[in-house]
Protein backbone atom coordinates (compact mmCIF):
# COMPACT_ATOMS: atom_id res chain seq x y z
CA UNK A 1 0.00 0.00 0.00
CA UNK A 2 1.59 3.79 -0.89
CA UNK A 3 0.83 6.46 0.33
CA UNK A 4 2.59 9.77 -0.68
CA UNK A 5 2.33 12.91 0.92
CA UNK A 6 4.04 16.01 -0.74
CA UNK A 7 5.56 18.41 1.52
CA UNK A 8 7.48 21.50 1.28
CA UNK A 9 11.53 19.97 0.72
CA UNK A 10 10.43 16.47 0.21
CA UNK A 11 7.91 14.09 -0.51
CA UNK A 12 7.27 11.28 1.57
CA UNK A 13 6.38 7.90 0.60
CA UNK A 14 4.89 5.38 3.05
CA UNK A 15 4.80 1.61 1.91
CA UNK A 16 2.84 -0.32 4.78
CA UNK A 17 2.41 -4.36 4.41
CA UNK A 18 3.48 -4.82 0.87
CA UNK A 19 2.73 -6.84 -1.28
CA UNK A 20 4.82 -8.42 -4.67
CA UNK A 21 3.68 -5.83 -6.41
CA UNK A 22 4.45 -3.07 -4.13
CA UNK A 23 8.02 -4.50 -4.46
CA UNK A 24 7.64 -4.20 -8.31
CA UNK A 25 6.99 -0.47 -7.79
CA UNK A 26 9.99 0.30 -5.82
CA UNK A 27 12.06 -1.78 -8.23
CA UNK A 28 10.83 -0.57 -10.93
CA UNK A 29 9.73 3.14 -10.62
CA UNK A 30 12.38 4.30 -7.26
CA UNK A 31 15.26 2.59 -8.76
CA UNK A 32 15.46 0.44 -5.36
CA UNK A 33 17.92 -2.02 -5.62
CA UNK A 34 16.95 -5.85 -5.45
CA UNK A 35 19.22 -6.82 -2.86
CA UNK A 36 17.46 -3.76 -0.78
CA UNK A 37 14.22 -4.98 -1.17
CA UNK A 38 15.38 -8.85 -0.40
CA UNK A 39 16.61 -7.23 3.12
CA UNK A 40 13.46 -5.50 3.84
CA UNK A 41 11.64 -8.08 3.37
CA UNK A 42 13.86 -10.24 6.07
CA UNK A 43 11.95 -10.02 9.13
CA UNK A 44 15.24 -10.63 11.20
CA UNK A 45 17.21 -7.81 10.02
CA UNK A 46 19.17 -6.09 12.01
CA UNK A 47 19.57 -2.20 12.01
CA UNK A 48 22.34 -0.53 10.17
CA UNK A 49 22.95 1.99 7.60
CA UNK A 50 23.89 1.66 4.15
CA UNK A 51 25.12 3.85 1.71
CA UNK A 52 23.97 2.99 -2.21
CA UNK A 53 25.10 5.26 -5.19
CA UNK A 54 21.29 7.34 -5.37
CA UNK A 55 20.13 6.92 -2.10
CA UNK A 56 20.98 6.08 1.86
CA UNK A 57 19.24 2.87 3.10
CA UNK A 58 18.53 3.54 7.38
CA UNK A 59 17.17 0.19 8.57
CA UNK A 60 15.95 0.52 12.56
CA UNK A 61 13.57 -1.86 15.02
CA UNK A 62 10.75 -0.69 16.63
CA UNK A 63 8.37 -2.75 19.37
CA UNK A 64 5.46 -4.36 17.55
CA UNK A 65 3.01 -6.53 19.34
CA UNK A 66 3.07 -9.87 17.12
CA UNK A 67 0.29 -12.67 17.28
CA UNK A 68 2.61 -14.30 14.54
CA UNK A 69 5.44 -15.05 16.23
CA UNK A 70 6.57 -17.18 19.35
CA UNK A 71 6.99 -13.83 21.11
CA UNK A 72 4.29 -11.56 21.84
CA UNK A 73 5.59 -8.64 22.25
CA UNK A 74 8.44 -8.38 19.47
CA UNK A 75 10.28 -5.79 16.99
CA UNK A 76 9.97 -5.60 13.44
CA UNK A 77 12.38 -3.67 10.85
CA UNK A 78 11.64 -0.31 9.55
CA UNK A 79 13.15 0.58 6.00
CA UNK A 80 14.15 4.27 5.56
CA UNK A 81 15.35 4.83 1.98
CA UNK A 82 16.23 8.50 1.54
CA UNK A 83 17.49 10.75 -1.48
CA UNK A 84 17.84 14.20 -2.35
CA UNK A 85 13.88 15.33 -2.92
CA UNK A 86 11.95 12.05 -0.77
CA UNK A 87 11.82 9.47 1.96
CA UNK A 88 10.65 6.16 1.78
CA UNK A 89 9.44 4.33 4.43
CA UNK A 90 8.85 0.75 4.23
CA UNK A 91 7.72 -1.93 6.68
CA UNK A 92 6.13 -5.38 6.55
CA UNK A 93 3.70 -4.36 9.32
CA UNK A 94 1.84 -1.40 9.74
CA UNK A 95 3.72 1.24 11.23
CA UNK A 96 1.40 3.08 13.67
CA UNK A 97 3.91 5.56 15.02
CA UNK A 98 4.30 6.91 11.43
CA UNK A 99 0.70 8.61 12.11
CA UNK A 100 2.18 10.56 15.72
CA UNK A 101 4.35 12.47 13.79
CA UNK A 102 2.90 15.73 12.85
CA UNK A 103 3.28 17.94 9.18
CA UNK A 104 5.17 20.59 11.45
CA UNK A 105 7.86 18.16 12.89
CA UNK A 106 8.73 17.03 8.62
CA UNK A 107 10.26 20.42 7.81
CA UNK A 108 13.51 18.30 6.46
CA UNK A 109 14.31 14.76 5.29
CA UNK A 110 17.19 15.02 8.26
CA UNK A 111 14.58 16.21 10.61
CA UNK A 112 11.79 13.64 9.68
CA UNK A 113 14.20 10.75 10.23
CA UNK A 114 15.23 11.93 13.32
CA UNK A 115 12.15 12.20 14.62
CA UNK A 116 11.31 9.21 13.41
CA UNK A 117 14.11 7.71 15.57
CA UNK A 118 12.64 9.66 18.78
CA UNK A 119 9.33 8.33 18.23
CA UNK A 120 11.11 4.74 18.12
CA UNK A 121 12.50 5.56 21.51
CA UNK A 122 9.36 6.52 22.86
CA UNK A 123 7.66 3.71 21.71
CA UNK A 124 10.19 1.35 23.45
CA UNK A 125 9.75 2.97 26.74
CA UNK A 126 5.54 2.91 26.66
CA UNK A 127 5.99 -1.07 25.64
CA UNK A 128 8.42 -1.76 28.63
CA UNK A 129 5.92 0.23 30.63
CA UNK A 130 3.44 -1.99 29.86
CA UNK A 131 5.49 -5.34 30.05
CA UNK A 132 5.97 -4.24 33.65
CA UNK A 133 2.60 -3.85 34.32
CA UNK A 134 2.55 -7.45 33.09
CA UNK A 135 5.33 -8.54 35.09
CA UNK A 136 3.80 -7.08 38.40
CA UNK A 137 0.55 -8.31 37.59
CA UNK A 138 1.95 -12.18 37.38
CA UNK A 139 3.73 -11.68 40.43
CA UNK A 140 0.41 -10.93 42.29
CA UNK A 141 -0.76 -13.66 41.22
CA UNK A 142 2.19 -16.36 41.88
CA UNK A 143 2.12 -14.63 45.37
CA UNK A 144 -1.34 -16.32 46.03
CA UNK A 145 -0.66 -19.63 43.69
CA UNK A 146 2.43 -20.61 42.01
CA UNK A 147 0.60 -21.69 38.26
CA UNK A 148 2.41 -22.81 35.09
CA UNK A 149 0.47 -20.20 33.33
CA UNK A 150 2.24 -17.01 34.98
CA UNK A 151 5.53 -18.69 34.96
CA UNK A 152 5.21 -18.57 31.15
CA UNK A 153 4.21 -14.85 30.84
CA UNK A 154 7.13 -14.37 32.96
CA UNK A 155 9.66 -16.13 30.69
CA UNK A 156 7.69 -14.12 27.63
CA UNK A 157 8.48 -11.10 29.05
CA UNK A 158 12.32 -11.81 29.41
CA UNK A 159 12.24 -12.75 25.57
CA UNK A 160 10.97 -9.23 25.04
CA UNK A 161 13.50 -7.77 26.97
CA UNK A 162 16.37 -9.57 25.17
CA UNK A 163 14.75 -8.58 22.10
CA UNK A 164 14.19 -4.47 22.84
CA UNK A 165 17.61 -4.57 24.08
CA UNK A 166 19.05 -5.95 20.72
CA UNK A 167 16.99 -3.42 19.12
CA UNK A 168 17.50 -0.56 21.31
CA UNK A 169 21.25 -0.70 20.56
CA UNK A 170 21.61 -1.31 17.45
CA UNK A 171 19.41 1.75 16.54
CA UNK A 172 21.48 3.80 18.98
CA UNK A 173 24.53 2.58 16.94
CA UNK A 174 22.59 3.72 13.78
CA UNK A 175 22.37 7.17 15.09
CA UNK A 176 25.50 7.47 15.43
CA UNK A 177 26.73 6.76 12.26
CA UNK A 178 23.77 8.88 10.92
CA UNK A 179 25.51 12.04 12.83
CA UNK A 180 29.02 11.31 11.34
CA UNK A 181 27.30 11.57 7.85
CA UNK A 182 28.19 14.96 6.25
CA UNK A 183 25.66 16.97 6.39
CA UNK A 184 22.72 15.17 8.08
CA UNK A 185 22.86 17.03 11.43
CA UNK A 186 23.20 20.64 9.78
CA UNK A 187 20.96 22.33 11.62
CA UNK A 188 20.53 23.53 15.96
CA UNK A 189 17.02 21.76 15.50
CA UNK A 190 18.56 18.79 13.84
CA UNK A 191 20.85 18.04 16.52
CA UNK A 192 18.77 19.03 19.27
CA UNK A 193 16.20 16.38 17.96
CA UNK A 194 19.66 13.85 17.37
CA UNK A 195 20.38 14.39 21.13
CA UNK A 196 16.33 13.99 22.05
CA UNK A 197 16.49 10.96 20.83
CA UNK A 198 19.74 9.75 22.04
CA UNK A 199 18.31 10.60 25.81
CA UNK A 200 15.04 8.69 24.95
CA UNK A 201 17.15 5.46 23.51
CA UNK A 202 19.68 5.90 27.08
CA UNK A 203 16.76 5.86 29.57
CA UNK A 204 14.88 2.51 27.39
CA UNK A 205 18.21 1.18 28.20
CA UNK A 206 18.53 1.66 31.32
CA UNK A 207 14.68 0.53 31.86
CA UNK A 208 15.21 -2.53 30.20
CA UNK A 209 18.21 -3.32 32.41
CA UNK A 210 16.50 -2.47 35.60
CA UNK A 211 13.55 -4.19 34.52
CA UNK A 212 15.34 -7.05 33.31
CA UNK A 213 17.01 -7.34 36.88
CA UNK A 214 13.96 -7.16 38.54
CA UNK A 215 12.15 -9.76 36.66
CA UNK A 216 15.67 -12.12 37.19
CA UNK A 217 15.17 -11.49 40.98
CA UNK A 218 11.34 -12.29 40.77
CA UNK A 219 12.22 -15.59 38.92
CA UNK A 220 15.14 -16.60 41.37
CA UNK A 221 12.65 -16.34 44.57
CA UNK A 222 9.92 -18.19 43.34
CA UNK A 223 12.30 -20.78 41.92
CA UNK A 224 13.44 -20.86 44.99
CA UNK A 225 9.72 -20.88 46.76
CA UNK A 226 9.09 -24.46 44.22
CA UNK A 227 12.34 -25.86 45.32
CA UNK A 228 10.93 -25.84 48.88
CA UNK A 229 7.83 -27.19 48.35
CA UNK A 230 9.16 -29.95 46.69
CA UNK A 231 11.39 -30.87 49.10
CA UNK A 232 8.21 -30.64 51.88
CA UNK A 233 5.61 -32.54 49.15
CA UNK A 234 8.90 -35.13 48.99
CA UNK A 235 9.30 -34.86 53.03
CA UNK A 236 5.80 -35.69 53.51
CA UNK A 237 5.46 -38.62 51.33
CA UNK A 238 8.88 -39.91 52.81
CA UNK A 239 7.31 -40.29 56.50
CA UNK A 240 4.21 -41.56 55.15
CA UNK A 241 5.67 -44.34 53.53
CA UNK A 242 7.72 -44.60 56.63
CA UNK A 243 4.24 -45.34 58.65
CA UNK A 244 2.64 -47.81 56.17
CA UNK A 245 5.71 -49.53 55.56
CA UNK A 246 6.00 -50.49 59.40
CA UNK A 247 3.01 -52.07 60.07
CA UNK A 248 3.13 -53.58 56.42
CA UNK A 249 6.19 -55.67 57.81
CA UNK A 250 4.63 -56.55 60.65
CA UNK A 251 1.38 -57.82 59.27
CA UNK A 252 3.21 -59.49 56.43
CA UNK A 253 5.44 -61.57 59.39
CA UNK A 254 2.72 -62.67 60.69
CA UNK A 255 0.90 -63.82 58.10
CA UNK A 256 3.72 -66.41 57.19
CA UNK A 257 2.87 -69.61 57.36
CA UNK A 258 5.07 -70.93 59.88
CA UNK A 259 4.80 -71.18 63.76
CA UNK A 260 4.63 -67.75 65.22
CA UNK A 261 4.92 -66.71 68.78
CA UNK A 262 1.69 -66.67 71.19
CA UNK A 263 0.05 -67.78 67.97
CA UNK A 264 -2.07 -69.89 70.02
CA UNK A 265 -3.61 -67.24 71.93
CA UNK A 266 -4.87 -64.10 69.84
CA UNK A 267 -5.49 -61.88 72.43
CA UNK A 268 -2.06 -61.82 73.05
CA UNK A 269 -0.65 -62.09 69.72
CA UNK A 270 -2.96 -58.95 68.82
CA UNK A 271 -1.40 -56.88 71.78
CA UNK A 272 2.43 -58.14 71.57
CA UNK A 273 1.44 -56.98 67.00
CA UNK A 274 0.36 -53.44 68.56
CA UNK A 275 2.94 -52.61 70.48
CA UNK A 276 5.53 -53.88 68.77
CA UNK A 277 4.10 -51.57 66.05
CA UNK A 278 3.59 -48.50 67.89
CA UNK A 279 7.33 -49.07 69.18
CA UNK A 280 8.66 -48.64 65.95
CA UNK A 281 6.01 -45.94 64.99
CA UNK A 282 7.80 -43.68 67.82
CA UNK A 283 11.23 -44.46 66.90
CA UNK A 284 10.64 -43.31 63.32
CA UNK A 285 8.79 -40.44 64.39
CA UNK A 286 11.69 -39.28 66.80
CA UNK A 287 14.04 -39.37 64.18
CA UNK A 288 12.19 -37.99 61.22
CA UNK A 289 11.40 -34.82 64.15
CA UNK A 290 15.11 -34.82 65.43
CA UNK A 291 15.99 -34.67 61.37
CA UNK A 292 13.49 -32.08 61.11
CA UNK A 293 12.27 -33.88 57.82
CA UNK A 294 8.98 -32.23 57.79
Given at each position: ?68 TDTLWHTE ?21 LDKIKKSE ?156 FAEYDNIA ?25
Amino acid sequence: MFVTEKLKTFSWVNVGNPDHKDFEKLQNEYKIDEDNISDILDPDEQPRLEVEDDYKVIIVRFPIINRETDTLWHTEPLSIIYSSNRVITVCRKRCDLLDKIKKSEKTSREEFILNIMYYIAESYLRMLKELNKRVLESKKILQERIRKKELLELLEVENSYTLYMAGIRGNIAVLDKLEKVRGFVKTDEAAELAEDARIEFGQATEVVTSYSKMLKSIKETFESVINMDSNTYINRLTLWNIILVVPTVIVGYYGMNVRLPFAEYDNIAIAVFMVIMILLLGFALVGILRRRIV
